[in-house]
T-cell receptor, first 110, second 114 residues
């Protein structure tokens, strides 16, 4: 059972544009929602994370929006840059077990 | 901080052979996780340890898979016998505490079973 569903599977954005990736979860016990960024040949690395007691968290060009009632959260990348081209994973956990979404391959064209 | 170190980076083996993947977590981290990444199934948690003790191995696909953590600085994931469907990238990750701590991933081992 896929507990975290992520969309889109792939995304192409022009440099300077906004990239938006969406995730939905099922398990209401989840209490931690991180986003990971993965470059080819590397392991995923934590990008930004949010807990359900806040609706938004911003770090530089990266923002997480969280809608607890809808059980949805999204990543917004403002002023997208070619260096942001990577695969992005949303995730959710309750305790130590982290469940990942399917991933979104982002390409930012120069 | 050298990060999580995995070896080998690439492993090519024939069906039926034993494969051992190795991981050195970040010093001071007391949680260790093994994940498998494939195009079809994404990132799957296989097993995780806390203070060297296996806590949840429900993701281990079959009895052919086993994992050990003999001490705080070393873990192995063994597949015996290996099968072509085991081909994937295997990641080890560590975290400083239990729940909701950021995972620090290694660069993975790409396993190809022919």
């Amino acid at each position: 059972q896929q507990q975290v569903k992520q969309s889109p599977q792939s995304l192409i954005v022009q440099k300077g544009g906004i990239s938006i990736i969406n995730c939905a979860y099922e398990n209401t016990a989840f209490d931690y929602f991180p986003w990971y960024q993965q470059f080819p040949g590397k392991g995923p690395a934590l990008l930004i994370a949010i807990r359900p007691d806040v609706s938004e968290k911003k770090e530089g060009r990266f923002t997480i929006s969280f809608n607890k009632s809808a059980k949805q959260f999204s990543l917004h990348i403002m002023d997208s840059q070619p260096g942001d081209s990577a695969t992005y994973f949303c995730a959710a956990s309750s305790g130590s077990r982290l469940t990942f979404g399917e991933g979104t391959q982002l390409t930012v064209n120069p | 901080d050298a990060g999580v170190i995995q070896s080998p980076r690439h492993e090519v083996t024939e069906m039926g052979q034993e494969v051992t993947l190795r991981c050195k977590p970040i010093s001071g981290h007391n949680s260790l996780f093994w994940y498998r990444q494939t195009m079809m199934r994404g990132l799957e948690l296989l097993i995780y340890f806390n203070n060297n003790v296996p806590i949840d191995d429900s993701g281990m696909p079959e009895d052919r898979f086993s994992a050990k953590m003999p001490n705080a600085s070393f873990s192995t994931l063994k597949i015996q016998p290996s099968e072509p469907r085991d081909s994937a990238v295997y990641f080890c990750a560590s975290a400083p505490t239990g729940g909701n701590s950021p995972l620090h991933f290694g660069n993975g081992t790409r396993l190809t079973v022919t």
